[in-house]
């Protein structure tokens, strides 16, 4: 299984792409889905079988994708002003190593659901 997530699905969501962009748009789509199925072992089988839809994980690449191409160097504050001029900036943890990330929610989504009991299941006696 491929990855799912195509540049025109993320064209929809953000911009139209120039030609000399496509390509990098590609790379990092592809970057995002290796790193999702790192993260989740087994996930391209469950996709497979129809456990997870395709779409779904698609959307997850392109969110996840969406947030490094829309904020490259991980700025999370900054501040500028013009009259006498004032420079700040505040950059995440996560920029020094423009590191990609899944959300929890997202996870959860492509996650495998359990059915039946759990550790902390107490079934009453008979």
Known sequence: MGNPATVEDLEILWRPLADDERDRVQARLDRTWRALVAELP?????I????VAAETVADV???ASLRVL???????????SIDDYKHAGTYGERSQSNDLYFTAAELRRLS???VGGS????????
Do not use: C
């Open 42 to 46: 087994g996930l391209e089988a469950r």
């Open 48 to 51: 497979a079988s129809g456990e």
């Open 61 to 63: 690449v392109i969110d």
């Open 70 to 80: 829309n904020n490259p160097e991980g700025l999370t504050t900054f501040d500028e």
């Open 112 to 114: 495998p659901r359990s």
């Open 119 to 126: 550790a902390f299941t107490i079934t009453p006696g008979r």
